[in-house]
């Protein structure tokens, strides 16, 4: 089974600052997805980032960016320049590589803390 | 667009009543998906629809019982449930194909009394 691990329960930083958040995973599958989701206190879980284990290429997404270490099963997240908006808790999660309906494998989430 | 949407936002139920949740996607998705989450926790998949048939049932508990009438409509039907399934409940939706990827709606809030 797929577990995915977040060693940071919180992490605050100033605005304008950078921060990572680490995620690492355990798996036997050479093919699968990983994602970063945001869910703020609005409570609507949102897609950040996406990375496809076969591309070697890390994913970014405006302010958003991933160092993807396939061998060391590592998925940070970096956001650049932050804003108070990215006021939220982040999830890292997993999901192998099949057809349509997939089973996502959560960590347990970093709250992220943006200060003015 | 990626929109799912859930209906109602908020519910209160005693232990013997019957509700229902409803999540809908105009999208296209092939895939429609429940999750329960509780309070500083991720979310936990119940259940998992895939071309309008349950594909996936993480062993959830009977009064528990979801329906998908067509590929835009999810239903969960709830049933004599308890305290502790108070949590916040979520939907989501997926394509398909290369990259899969789960959009999610806002979410139903139950409290169970």
């Known amino acids: 089974a797929q577990t995915v691990t977040q060693s940071q329960p919180e992490m605050s930083v100033q605005e304008a600052e950078t921060v990572t958040l680490s995620c690492t995973y355990d798996?036997?599958?050479?093919?699968?997805?990983l994602f970063w989701y945001k869910q703020p206190p609005s409570r609507q879980m949102i897609l950040v980032i996406r990375?496809?284990?076969?591309?070697?290429q890390n994913a970014t997404e405006n302010r958003f960016s991933v160092n993807f270490q396939k061998a060391a099963k590592s998925f940070s997240l970096k956001i650049s320049d932050s804003q108070l908006g990215d006021t939220a808790m982040y999830f890292c999660?997993?999901?192998?590589?099949?057809?349509?309906?997939?089973?996502?494998?959560f960590g347990g989430g970093t709250r992220v803390l943006v200060k003015p | 667009d990626t929109e799912v949407t859930q209906t109602p936002k908020h519910l209160v139920m005693g232990m013997t009543n019957k509700k229902s949740l409803k999540c809908e996607q105009h999208?296209?998705?092939?895939?429609m998906y429940w999750y329960k989450q509780k309070a500083k926790k991720p979310p936990e998949l119940m259940f998992v629809?895939?071309?309008?048939?349950?594909?996936i049932n993480e062993s959830v508990p009977s009064r528990f019982s979801p329906e998908c009438p067509n590929s835009s409509l999810l239903n969960l039907h709830l049933h004599a449930l308890q305290p502790e399934d108070s949590a916040l409940y979520l939907c989501?939706?997926?394509?398909?194909?290369?990259?899969?990827?789960?959009?999610f709606g806002p979410g139903t809030r139950l409290l169970v009394l």
């Open positions: 989501a939706s997926s394509q398909g194909g290369d990259p899969e990827t789960q959009y």
């Open positions: 798996t036997s599958e050479s093919n699968y997805y």
């Open positions: 990375q496809e284990a076969y591309k070697q």
């Open positions: 999660a997993f999901m192998e590589n099949k057809a349509a309906g997939n089973k996502l494998t």
């Open positions: 999208m296209g998705h092939r895939a």
């Open positions: 629809y895939s071309y309008e048939k349950l594909s």
